[in-house]
């Protein structure tokens, strides 16, 4: 089944892909080989404008995701807590192993076997694109 953590980042991508004006499809591509940070400067989007369409998908996923039962309220208001647009880090290669954009709360909850920060999670590799999609079982 789907993890939050992956929901969650899934949410994020597709917001970012949309504020860019590419398709996720596109971005999980360009991704491979550019940072978010260099997508907007290339795209001429600004990137406050960026971190905070991203922050915004994301909570309402995480809102999504107490609702469905799959976060409790502790979990849902500590990744809350953690996820302001000042805190997504766009200079990631990918979506990085920390449950995407930087985003450090999704790792206490989700995405087993991965090492805090998704260290030795090779770009394309188990766990990349997107942060929580290496804890599916």
């Not at 004006?21 to 971005?27: E, I, N, Y």
């Not at 991965?114 to 990349?128: Q, S, T």
């Not at 694109?129 to 804890?135: A, L």
């Amino acid at each position: 089944g789907k993890t939050a953590g992956g929901t969650i980042a899934q949410a994020g991508l597709d917001a970012a892909a949309k504020t860019l004006g590419m398709t996720t499809a596109d971005l999980t591509t360009a991704l491979k080989t550019k940072t978010l940070l260099a997508l907007a400067n290339e795209k001429k989007v600004d990137v406050a404008t960026l971190r905070t369409a991203i922050a915004n998908a994301q909570k309402a996923a995480i809102d999504q995701a107490f609702k469905d039962g799959t976060l409790t309220q502790a979990q849902a208001d500590a990744m809350k807590a953690n996820l302001k647009p000042e805190n997504i880090d766009l200079n990631r290669p990918g979506f990085g192993g920390r449950g995407g954009f930087g985003f450090d709360g999704l790792d206490r909850f989700d995405g087993k076997g991965m090492p805090p920060g998704g260290m030795g999670v090779p770009p394309g590799g188990p766990g990349a694109p997107f942060g929580g999609r290496g804890g599916r079982r």
